[in-house]
């Protein structure tokens, strides 16, 4: 993919084996803001308080069921809000930002509020943010250059094994409590392992795409 700047509207092309994609100074309107995917997206950010302030010790059994499944209804808008995008043809690069930053902010705080309730070890959310602040720092960069990073198969994985890990170790069961947990544990190790393997092919196709357009200028 070769950006090419297009100085007649301001605009920056993405150039491909596929489609064209424009980025104007216009791509973050109104309109964009206000379809139909991109308003799931920020119904998912909406939520992240409301599990927060269930989660804040000292949680109960009630309020940690509630902001399960408070959880499960934005990993709900996460799957429908791709797939609308992608029948309706309403994906935009604002879309593409935004998607990527509602999981980032909805997990993050999903896995520090795990902290307090003794369920996951600080330093393994350590590596899980750190590794997905690293991968959104990178996406801003790309985004500056005309790039847009988008979610890799591996990524894609290693998001799913991390909603399913989060949502055994929310649910609360007392009966089957450790075997939820336990669950949860091993879906998060999977997912850190994901993780890291889908920030390493981003970073090589950043790589790629920059040194294809220094060889490729126009």
């Known amino acids: 993919m070769t950006p090419v700047r297009d100085s007649r509207n301001d605009s920056i092309l993405l150039r491909s084996e596929g489609p064209t994609i424009a980025m104007t100074r216009s791509e973050i309107s109104l309109r964009n803001l206000t379809n ?26 009630t309020s940690i069921n509630a902001a399960f499944c408070l959880f499960v209804l934005g990993s709900i808008t996460d799957l429908l809000d791709g797939i609308l995008a992608r029948r309706h043809n309403m994906v935009t690069s604002l879309g593409k930002l935004l998607d990527p930053l509602a999981d980032k902010l909805l997990t993050s705080a999903v896995l520090i509020m795990l902290i307090s309730l003794g369920k996951v070890q600080a330093w393994l959310v350590f590596l899980i ?90």
């Open 36 to 61: 139909l995917p991109n308003v799931l997206t920020c119904l998912r950010m909406a939520i992240i308080p409301l599990i927060v302030f269930l989660l804040v010790a000292p949680a109960t059994p």
């Open 129 to 218: 943010i750190g590794r997905d602040i690293t991968i959104t720092g990178l996406r801003s960069i790309a985004a500056t250059q005309g790039l847009i990073l988008n979610a890799s198969r591996i990524g894609k994985n290693k998001m799913v094994s991390q909603t399913v890990a989060l949502i055994f170790l929310l649910v609360c069961i007392p009966e089957v409590q450790h075997v939820l947990d336990s669950l949860g544990l091993f879906f998060l190790w999977v997912s850190l392992f994901l993780g890291y393997w889908s920030a390493i092919d981003y970073f090589i196709h950043f790589y790629r795409e920059l040194k294809r357009r220094e060889q490729h200028p126009d």
